[in-house]
């Protein structure tokens, strides 16, 4: 009898407030090594208060998130920052490119942050597959927003951390490349063995992902 995977993402009945008002109420899930999941909900249902929470950016006003066992919101804020870089890469709703960087610096960075050295032949791999070899040097204002967000993908992945979360990442897409970017989220995901995450209103994406949790916008009191 094998045994279960330990959980590397446990959310644990949140709920995130402001003023007073419920802005996400999740219900209880996990994710194991490797495993996929999309979080699917309407405009209002709480999906980047959500990532924000899992991902250590703000803390809950109720409830959990443990990431490899370690409740994230337990965690003083340096340390809750180092597991977020160590651990978890995010392709933010905005890209979030530094400007005054080229692709490759971008990355570079973000690598150094998160490992406190660089490995470039990985950082030339990445860049390689996601495609923008010929745009390592281009800065984030010569960019498509498709060459963007496969720079944003890759920078994500560039400490090769164990769980990659995405917030609405083919929102602004048509069919065709939104559909090449989840296949792109799910193959840099699958080559390095990562957790993965996505937050969508998109439907596109159902049919690409065997779990799908379905997130509801929280109920007001009245």
Excluded: W, Y
């Amino acid at each position: 009898m094998t045994t279960p995977a330990e959980p590397l993402i446990e959310v644990r009945d949140l709920r995130h407030e402001i003023d007073g008002r419920c802005v996400m109420a999740a219900p209880p899930f996990s994710a194991a090594k490797g495993e996929h999941t999309l979080l699917l909900g309407p405009s209002g249902s709480g999906k980047t208060t959500l990532i924000n929470v899992i991902t250590g950016l703000i803390t809950p006003t109720s409830g959990e998130v443990r990431i490899a066992g370690q409740v994230m919101s337990a965690l003083p804020a340096a340390q809750r920052d180092q597991q977020r870089r160590r651990t978890i890469g995010v392709v933010f709703q905005t890209l979030r490119l530094i400007s005054a960087l080229s692709v490759r610096q971008n990355l570079a960075l973000a690598q150094r942050l998160a490992l406190g050295a660089n490995d470039p032949e990985a950082i030339e791999g990445l860049i390689a597959q996601v495609g923008l070899s010929h745009r390592a040097d281009a800065r984030p204002r010569a960019l498509s927003q498709g060459e963007g967000q496969r720079a944003a993908i890759a920078r994500a992945l560039c400490a090769r951390p164990a769980i990659v979360v995405a917030d609405e990442p083919t929102s602004a897409l048509d069919d065709a490349n939104a559909a090449a970017m989840s296949d792109l989220l799910l193959a840099t995901a699958e080559a390095t063995g990562a957790t993965l995450l996505i937050a969508t209103h998109d439907n596109r994406l159902k049919a690409r992902f065997d779990r799908t949790l379905n997130l509801s916008a929280p109920q007001v009191a009245v």
